[in-house]
């Protein structure tokens, strides 16, 4: 490793470190506008000069890219350098506007730093400034092109980095243009990106604008739970309201960017629709009040009928406090459950995937950037966890193969294969691109039961499918790599996906290669509610034992019955059945509307909290704020009254996690800290994998990874073959029920600048399918369901596979109408809409 000597102080570094770098680890900051650590060098701005006194190079270089070589002697304060960047900043302060006070980067604003530190105050040029027109780039980013520094940071993230086309450097030399080649809602679910990329204020976050500068934010670390990824963020908040929510750098996760729906997917915390009042039979009660009524009721319901007819139903957007307390309450009062899943395939994919997260095999979203092939089943990135997406997009930028199994027409912002094959065909075509790549006597090592599994799966000869030669060409490309990497989804794949993916990560490991295993699942927390949940039945027991006067009471923690659930109409039958539903939610879903006690609960960001990502990482996020309603809806967009009063307004909102202890009659921990450790404890006590957790205050930045699962489960199970070949229906066509980036899920929704950018819900179809029924891509068209007709738009798709149709969840769309899954949909229940 090359030894470096920057401004009298010697570093050693790793073979191909860019000197700027090898400062940074110095603590002398360079100045720098065009080069990004997660970009690279580019040598555009110029203002990373340095003296380089000794070594291959001499004399005034650009530091962002040389490497660092061994007996390099570099000075940043040599009086040549100093005055080089000090001449680069005034040539690009020339054009650049006054107009920082007014300016949302005013203040954090690096440009405004390099002019101070370079020593540029007084303006010399008198002549007319270079301006520009300002474009409408959608309701997420503010456009300010006069700002511009030419730095390329922008086109360089979005382009490059993020895959997308729509925004990009047009025109030349000192006209030089960053923006859409006309005004329009940007493309790209990573817009926001560029507010945290720009180091001036080209591009500033349009939601919070105007509303606040840094240091009047209350700001704190905090995690995203719009996925299961778990990213990192930093969240602010003014005057009792979040306003922001910013990209926050984790080695491990997310690096240094996140997603759209993550970034301005916060909205629901301080929605004006959001209840913060205790409500009995829909009336406003003191909090004390509600839960004396409810432990009233409970007690009645109980003495009557039994512990057994309460039930109870948690949420994979829960935090582990609150799961890990409602499961402690069911069982000290012998209360059915809890539930945390609404469907118990889909409870039984995700303990399948948590079980088989073995050591050795897990990767995190950063490890998955290095892969060298990326093998996806049954998962659509960008619509499930966009982040995901970008991270493949890395590990194909250099060089990486991807290939995605799945029936449903993929996009991804890069080259990819797409394999468009129907649900039941997935694991066969898994199987058989593995098998192709990995040699019996690997299968042998591996011990009796891996050989008879290998055995069993046919050859690309005997299986007689179609698509063979793609088969055969990248089993050989994925013979080839060396850090191969499997993603599976767990909410369409079939049942047995889960334990075969993991299986043919195993059968590729043998083969000495650096093979990893990414699960996607469908929450924020889902990873610690498949660890908590028990053999307790199904939401669909638990309805029918409303039905049938077994249960009478139910509490629901944080989740929307109807949010997922396909039967609304029954669903609402069941509910008027119950003599006492009860419900913790932060927000005014359809489920706490029709509560008959209602307890308003604290949101991640006023109550912090533990959540544990697809991965197994457990992560802390801090309280942000105290909560209350904001000034704003307080004071009607005025002043705040000027009244004195005890306490904050709208403050009776408190952790789930404590309501649910209240509720059981418990005893509250005296603080946070202590009710964590409790938890741990008693955590620890039922499953040893929760041991190694350190205490909530000292967590690392990147949080924990649980240790090996007990019950790996059974490995090399001849399961999945019983999923293969059934009978396909000639006269219709499989429903698939799929999420979008946006319209889908369940706290986004609330957000009014995401609903802005919504694409209109459309149901899609293969080309051969469509000109069947004579259809074509833009028909409006009708499905009709048991319980009713179902109509939206279709798009007309080749890249999906035939003999299916997908139709999202979304919020504008009548899915519920739906009664029964799976279903197939007759092609005489589809019929062209007049318009």
């Known amino acids: 490793m090359p030894n470096i000597v920057i401004d009298d102080r010697e570093i050693e570094v790793p073979a191909g470190t860019k000197v700027i770098d090898a400062a940074r680890q110095l603590d002398i900051m360079i100045p720098r506008f065009c080069y990004h650590v997660a970009l690279g060098s580019v040598g555009a701005c110029r203002v990373c000069a340095v003296k380089f006194v000794e070594g291959p190079f001499k004399g005034v270089q650009m530091s962002c890219m040389i490497d660092a070589k061994d007996g390099m002697v570099v000075s940043t304060t040599d009086e040549e350098a100093v005055e080089f960047r000090k001449y680069v900043i005034e040539c690009l302060m020339l054009h650049h506007p006054h107009d920082c006070p007014v300016c949302d980067e005013g203040g954090h604003c690096l440009l405004q730093d390099m002019t101070i530190s370079g020593g540029h105050g007084i303006r010399r040029y008198l002549g007319s400034k270079r301006t520009y027109r300002d474009q409408y780039l959608g309701p997420l980013v503010q456009h300010e092109m006069n700002r511009c520094i030419h730095c390329y940071r922008c086109s360089r993230f979005y382009q490059e980095f993020a895959g997308y086309r729509d925004l990009g450097v047009m025109q030349s030399a000192n006209r030089v243009f960053f923006g859409r080649y006309e005004d329009g809602i940007l493309e790209s679910p990573f817009t926001g990106n560029l507010s945290d990329i720009c180091p001036t204020g080209v591009y500033t976050d349009k939601p919070s604008r105007f509303i606040g500068r840094r240091w009047d934010y209350e700001r704190s670390p905090s995690l995203c739970i719009n996925c299961s990824l778990g990213c990192h963020t930093v969240a602010s908040a003014r005057y009792r309201q979040l306003v922001r929510q910013e990209a926050r750098y984790s080695e491990e996760v997310n690096g240094y960017f996140i997603c759209d729906r993550g970034r301005y997917g916060f909205f629901y915390a301080s929605h004006e629709k959001r209840p913060r009042r205790a409500l009995v039979e829909g009336e406003e009660v003191a909090y004390h009040q509600a839960i004396d009524t409810v432990r009233e009721k409970l007690a009645q319901i109980s003495g009557s009928a039994g512990p057994e007819a309460i039930a109870c139903l948690s949420s994979e957007r829960s935090s582990l406090e609150t799961q890990a307390m409602l499961k402690r309450v069911c069982q000290n009062k012998n209360w059915s459950g809890p539930l945390f899943f609404m469907e118990q395939s889909l409870a039984e994919k995700v303990k399948t995937a948590t079980a088989r997260l073995e050591p050795g095999l897990t990767v995190s979203l950063r490890e998955l950037e290095q892969a060298d092939f990326i093998l996806a089943v049954g998962a659509d990135p960008i619509n499930e966890a966009p982040m995901l997406a970008l991270a493949m997009r890395q590990a194909q930028r250099f060089g990486g193969r991807v290939v995605v199994i799945d029936p449903r027409p993929i996009f991804l912002p890069f080259d990819f294969q797409h394999l468009p094959v129907r649900l039941h065909e997935v694991d066969l075509y898994l199987s058989l691109m593995i098998k192709a790549a990995v040699d019996r006597e690997t299968a042998t090592e591996l011990g009796p039961s891996a050989a008879e599994f290998y055995q069993t799966i046919p050859t690309l000869e005997t299986a007689a499918v179609p698509l063979q030669e793609q088969i055969a060409t990248l089993a050989q490309e994925l013979r080839g790599c060396q850090r191969p990497v499997i993603v599976c989804g767990t909410e369409v794949v079939p049942q047995t996906t889960?334990?075969?993916?993991?299986?043919?990560?195993?059968?590729?490991?043998?083969?000495?290669?650096?093979?990893?295993?990414?699960?996607?699942?469908?929450?924020?927390?889902?990873?610690?509610?498949?660890?908590?949940?028990?053999?307790?039945?199904?939401?669909?027991?638990?309805?029918?034992?409303?039905?049938?006067?077994?249960?009478?009471?139910?509490?629901?923690?944080?989740?929307?019955?109807?949010?997922?659930?396909?039967?609304?109409?029954?669903?609402?039958?069941?509910?008027?059945?119950?003599?006492?539903?009860?419900?913790?939610?932060?927000?005014?879903?359809?489920?706490?509307?029709?509560?008959?006690?209602?307890?308003?609960?604290?949101?991640?960001?006023?109550?912090?909290?533990?959540?544990?990502?697809?991965?197994?990482?457990?992560?802390?996020?801090?309280?942000?704020?105290?909560?209350?309603?904001?000034?704003?809806?307080?004071?009607?967009?005025?002043?705040?009254?000027?009244?004195?009063?005890?306490?904050?307004?709208?403050?009776?909102?408190?952790?789930?996690?404590?309501?649910?202890?209240?509720?059981?009659?418990?005893?509250?921990?005296?603080?946070?800290?202590?009710?964590?450790?409790?938890?741990?404890?008693?955590?620890?006590?039922?499953?040893?994998?929760?041991?190694?957790?350190?205490?909530?205050?000292?967590?690392?930045?990147?949080?924990?990874?649980?240790?090996?699962?007990?019950?790996?489960?059974?490995?090399?199970?001849?399961?999945?073959?019983?999923?293969?070949?059934?009978?396909?229906?000639?006269?219709?066509?499989?429903?698939?029920?799929?999420?979008?980036?946006?319209?889908?899920?369940?706290?986004?929704?609330?957000?009014?600048?995401?609903?802005?950018?919504?694409?209109?819900?459309?149901?899609?179809?293969?080309?051969?399918?469509?000109?069947?029924?004579?259809?074509?891509?833009?028909?409006?068209?009708?499905?009709?369901?048991?319980?009713?007709?179902?109509?939206?738009?279709?798009?007309?798709?080749?890249?999906?596979?035939?003999?299916?149709?997908?139709?999202?969840?979304?919020?504008?769309?009548?899915?519920?109408?739906?009664?029964?899954?799976?279903?197939?949909?007759?092609?005489?229940?589809?019929?062209?809409?007049?318009?």
């Open 498 to 835: 889960p334990a075969l993916a993991a299986d043919q990560v195993l059968l590729l490991k043998a083969m000495d290669k650096q093979t990893g295993l990414f699960y996607l699942m469908p929450g924020a927390n889902t990873f610690g509610a498949s660890l908590l949940s028990g053999d307790d039945g199904s939401f669909s027991t638990t309805l029918e034992s409303i039905e049938k006067g077994k249960i009478k009471a139910l509490i629901v923690t944080e989740r929307d019955l109807f949010w997922k659930y396909q039967n609304k109409q029954r669903l609402e039958r069941i509910i008027e059945k119950l003599d006492l539903l009860v419900v913790l939610d932060y927000v005014d879903s359809e489920t706490a509307q029709k509560s008959d006690v209602f307890f308003p609960v604290s949101s991640l960001y006023e109550a912090g909290g533990v959540f544990i990502n697809q991965e197994g990482r457990v992560q802390v996020a801090p309280k942000v704020y105290l909560g209350g309603t904001p000034i704003k809806q307080n004071s009607g967009g005025g002043h705040p009254p000027r009244v004195y009063g005890v306490g904050i307004p709208g403050s009776e909102p408190r952790p789930a996690w404590q309501v649910v202890v209240e509720i059981g009659n418990g005893e509250l921990p005296p603080d946070e800290e202590t009710a964590f450790a409790t938890t741990r404890k008693w955590l620890a006590e039922g499953n040893p994998v929760f041991a190694n957790l350190p205490p909530i205050d000292q967590f690392p930045d990147d949080g924990v990874r649980l240790g090996p699962a007990l019950d790996v489960g059974s490995r090399f199970s001849l399961d999945w073959q019983t999923e293969r070949h059934p009978k396909r229906n000639s006269d219709g066509l499989e429903l698939i029920l799929v999420d979008w980036t946006f319209g889908t899920e369940e706290l986004s929704i609330y957000s009014p600048h995401l609903r802005q950018v919504e694409k209109e819900p459309c149901l899609s179809m293969h080309t051969s399918d469509a000109v069947r029924l004579g259809l074509s891509s833009g028909d409006k068209v009708a499905i009709r369901f048991d319980g009713g007709r179902v109509e939206a738009s279709l798009c007309v798709a080749e890249n999906m596979a035939s003999g299916v149709i997908v139709m999202p969840r979304h919020r504008l769309l009548e899915w519920q109408k739906i009664k029964e899954l799976p279903r197939i949909v007759r092609f005489e229940e589809i019929e062209k809409v007049s318009v």
